[in-house]
């Protein structure tokens, strides 16, 4: 069956520190890839997705994200953390179907 | 442009009491609804997804349950609310498999949300 698993549920890092958020999807073709924050008591923004073509996509406010096949994983990073970047962090797969899957989500905590 | 609404924003309900939440999406056809369910510490867990008119999956047993009677209208509704239906909802929409291979992708567009409080 189709899942996604983001290992840490939350992390913290100091501001200007680089990130790296950790999924892992299980599915048997290449499935459309998403990372989606969610700022307190809003709804979801997709940062990124992927597809196909380059491994290595770029997202909205400096994020990015590499898609590696032999690892099963779509990690999300970025070189530089500012303080607003304190959200919480979905990493979701599509199947080409008709629904996506989200991981538990990871708590981002940045301090000064 | 397409854009989704929810409301309400927050709502506190008695135990017992029924609910409607309603969301509607504007500026696309026959899209691919979702409601999704937060609870406190948690991810999202996919509560139905629709397809089109009437037509509603149901991804875990619950107290809840959700209709579909224009292809831009989604509401989900309970008969009696538990506790246990506390939670932040969402809904979403994304576009139908028709657009699968364009640009377009499943990645999905979310509203506001609601933050409901059963007491």
């Known amino acids: 069956a189709q899942s996604v698993t983001q290992p840490d549920i939350h992390i913290t890092v100091s501001e200007g520190a680089s990130l790296e958020l950790r999924c892992n999807y299980s599915?048997?073709?290449?499935?459309?890839l998403f990372w989606y924050v969610q700022s307190p008591g809003q709804g979801l923004q997709l940062l990124l997705k992927?597809?196909?073509?380059?491994?290595l996509v770029q997202g909205i406010k400096g994020f990015e994200a590499e898609f590696k096949r032999s690892q099963s994983s779509f990690n999300l990073r970025k070189p530089s953390v500012h303080w607003s970047d304190a959200a919480e962090y979905f990493c979701?797969?599509?199947?080409?179907?008709?629904?996506?899957?989200f991981g538990a989500g990871t708590r981002l905590f940045v301090k000064a | 442009s397409q854009t989704i609404h929810q409301w309400p924003a927050t709502l506190v309900q008695p135990v017992g009491s029924p609910l409607s939440l309603e969301c509607t999406v504007e500026?696309?056809?026959?899209?691919?609804l979702y409601w999704y369910r937060q609870a406190a510490g948690r991810g999202l867990q996919l509560l139905f997804y629709?397809?089109?008119?009437?037509?509603i999956s149901s991804e875990v047993p619950q107290n809840l349950s959700a209709s579909r009677p224009q292809d831009w209208q989604f509401i989900l509704s309970s008969k009696k609310l538990l506790l246990s239906d506390s939670g932040f909802y969402l809904c979403?929409?994304?576009?139908?498999?028709?657009?699968?291979?364009?640009?377009?992708?499943?990645?999905?567009?979310f509203g506001q949300g609601t933050r409901l409080t059963v007491v």
């Open positions: 599915y048997g073709a290449t499935p459309y």
């Open positions: 979403a929409w994304s576009p139908p498999p028709s657009y699968y291979g364009t640009e377009a992708t499943e990645e999905a567009f």
């Open positions: 629709s397809v089109g008119i009437g037509q």
């Open positions: 500026g696309t056809s026959n899209p691919n």
């Open positions: 992927y597809f196909s073509g380059d491994t």
């Open positions: 979701a797969s599509g199947s080409g179907g008709f629904k996506t899957i």
